[in-house]
C-alpha cells in the first residue's frame, strides 16, 4: 500500500518537473529585455558623453552668469 503511493507520487512528481522544464513562462519577456538593454544603452551613452555634457553645462551657466 505504501509502496503504491510512493509510486504515483513520484510519477506525479516526475510529470510535473517535465511539465516545468518545458514551460516556456519562464522565459524573459520582450519588453524586460527591451528595458535592460535602453538603461545599458543610456549607462554606456552618459558615460561616453558625461564629461562634454559637464562641460557645456558648465559653459552655458558661465555665459548666463556673465550678464
Not at 23 to 52: F, K, S, Y
Amino acid at each position: 500500500m505504501i509502496r503504491h503511493h510512493l509510486q504515483r507520487l513520484t510519477a506525479r512528481l516526475r510529470a510535473s518537473l517535465v511539465d516545468f522544464a518545458e514551460d516556456e513562462r519562464g522565459d524573459v519577456p520582450g519588453w524586460v529585455l527591451i528595458t535592460l538593454m535602453t538603461a545599458g544603452l543610456v549607462v554606456v551613452i552618459w558615460a561616453l558623453a558625461g564629461p562634454a555634457l559637464a562641460g557645456l553645462f558648465e559653459q552655458a551657466i558661465s555665459r548666463v552668469s556673465g550678464f
